[in-house]
């Protein structure tokens, strides 16, 4: 990805809020060492961003015998979702790499609204996957946003990636009607008032989360001008065939149709809807054909937040099974 030239002296800049360290300090099952990369705001923007990414690896050179596989969290979570998935991974012989999208978790956050679209957040995306971070040979696992972006990369730049583990999530291209859980995932995204990330994450789970995971997964928003990434995400996804990211995602189903890259589908048995992403990844893309593909049960939305090891060994499998 390359944004287009501007001519010299015209960029502005965007006003962009930061998270203070010490809101993330005593996570409860967070102890991993951050890590960040500078990428360009956009096309014609000055103003650079500061993405937060987790890089676990087996702690001896010798037992890196795995794959790279990066985590994508959806709406509104962050690498912290993944706390229970990546310790079984790297033990396993894998290396994790867990992004924060930008607004959410410990990366940077736009204050304006208008900044993130759904084409800025792929470039952020891709920028980071690729340009900063250079994978390769890349297990993707994607839920939830990490799903309409990661799709969207992979049809991209399918030569980076070896295979793809998906779990509710879905790639609308705005020909298709969302249901009724989203109509009211819309609603609530933009009335509530204050927008409770840590009621959100806990309504989409099976299990009564604790207040300390609660206080976790509200710690990245200290208050609502952190939150303009979290509100617009809902109002960036396709809902007609004439929105702004319906034709790309259109081009890229061209190609996902084509692939025969493996892709498993671990969706949960209570997920609370995301359109049938799982039936029509497995009619649509060949390689989903012949997968082993699984329900974890007993695991809401937030599947990772339900049944992180179960998933954790579902990756892994799925992994050792299509070397």
Same mark, same amino acid.
């Given at each position: 990805m390359v944004y287009a030239e501007v001519p010299a002296g015209t960029e502005r800049s965007i006003a962009v809020a930061r998270t203070p360290e010490e809101r993330f300090e005593g996570l409860p099952d967070y102890p991993f060492a951050p890590h960040y990369v500078d990428i360009q705001a956009g096309a014609g923007i000055s103003t650079r961003l500061r993405v937060h990414y987790l890089d676990e690896r087996p702690a001896e050179p010798s037992q890196e015998s795995g794959e790279t596989i990066l985590l994508l969290h959806g709406e509104p979570s962050w690498s912290f979702l993944y706390r229970h998935v990546i310790p079984p991974l790297v033990e396993a012989g894998?290396?994790?790499?867990? %992004?924060?999208?930008?607004?959410?978790?410990?990366?940077?956050? %736009?204050?304006d609204r208008f900044v993130y679209t759904y084409e800025a957040h792929v470039d952020w995306l891709a920028h980071t996957v690729f340009d900063h971070l250079g994978l390769r040979d890349i297990t993707m696992v994607c839920q939830d946003w990490g799903g309409l972006l990661g799709l969207r990369v992979l049809a991209e730049h399918r030569d980076r990636f070896r295979r793809v583990i998906a779990t509710n999530t879905s790639f609308p291209t705005g020909d298709q009607d969302l249901g009724g859980s989203f109509a009211l995932w819309l609603q609530l995204s933009q009335r509530s008032n204050p927008f409770d990330i840590g009621q959100v994450v806990d309504r989409g789970t099976v299990t009564d989360l604790d207040p300390a995971i609660l206080a976790a997964y509200n710690a990245p928003f200290p208050d609502e001008s952190y939150l303009a990434g979290a509100r617009q995400f809902p109002l960036l996804v396709p809902l007609a065939p004439f929105d702004d990211a319906a034709a790309a995602n259109r081009r890229a189903w061209d190609i996902l149709e084509t692939m025969q890259t493996p892709f498993l589908c671990a969706f949960s048995d209570n997920d609370y809807g995301v359109g049938d992403g799982a039936r029509v990844f497995r009619e649509h893309i060949p390689g989903a054909a012949g997968q082993p593909h699984v329900t974890i049960v007993n695991a809401g939305h937030f599947v990772q937040e339900d049944q992180g090891p179960v998933l954790a060994g579902t990756i892994d499998e799925f992994i050792r099974s299509t070397r």
């Amino acid at each position: 990805m390359v944004y287009a030239e501007v001519p010299a002296g015209t960029e502005r800049s965007i006003a962009v809020a930061r998270t203070p360290e010490e809101r993330f300090e005593g996570l409860p099952d967070y102890p991993f060492a951050p890590h960040y990369v500078d990428i360009q705001a956009g096309a014609g923007i000055s103003t650079r961003l500061r993405v937060h990414y987790l890089d676990e690896r087996p702690a001896e050179p010798s037992q890196e015998s795995g794959e790279t596989i990066l985590l994508l969290h959806g709406e509104p979570s962050w690498s912290f979702l993944y706390r229970h998935v990546i310790p079984p991974l790297v033990e396993a012989g894998h290396r994790c790499v867990a %992004p924060d999208l930008i607004g959410f978790g410990k990366s940077d956050k %736009p204050i304006d609204r208008f900044v993130y679209t759904y084409e800025a957040h792929v470039d952020w995306l891709a920028h980071t996957v690729f340009d900063h971070l250079g994978l390769r040979d890349i297990t993707m696992v994607c839920q939830d946003w990490g799903g309409l972006l990661g799709l969207r990369v992979l049809a991209e730049h399918r030569d980076r990636f070896r295979r793809v583990i998906a779990t509710n999530t879905s790639f609308p291209t705005g020909d298709q009607d969302l249901g009724g859980s989203f109509a009211l995932w819309l609603q609530l995204s933009q009335r509530s008032n204050p927008f409770d990330i840590g009621q959100v994450v806990d309504r989409g789970t099976v299990t009564d989360l604790d207040p300390a995971i609660l206080a976790a997964y509200n710690a990245p928003f200290p208050d609502e001008s952190y939150l303009a990434g979290a509100r617009q995400f809902p109002l960036l996804v396709p809902l007609a065939p004439f929105d702004d990211a319906a034709a790309a995602n259109r081009r890229a189903w061209d190609i996902l149709e084509t692939m025969q890259t493996p892709f498993l589908c671990a969706f949960s048995d209570n997920d609370y809807g995301v359109g049938d992403g799982a039936r029509v990844f497995r009619e649509h893309i060949p390689g989903a054909a012949g997968q082993p593909h699984v329900t974890i049960v007993n695991a809401g939305h937030f599947v990772q937040e339900d049944q992180g090891p179960v998933l954790a060994g579902t990756i892994d499998e799925f992994i050792r099974s299509t070397r």
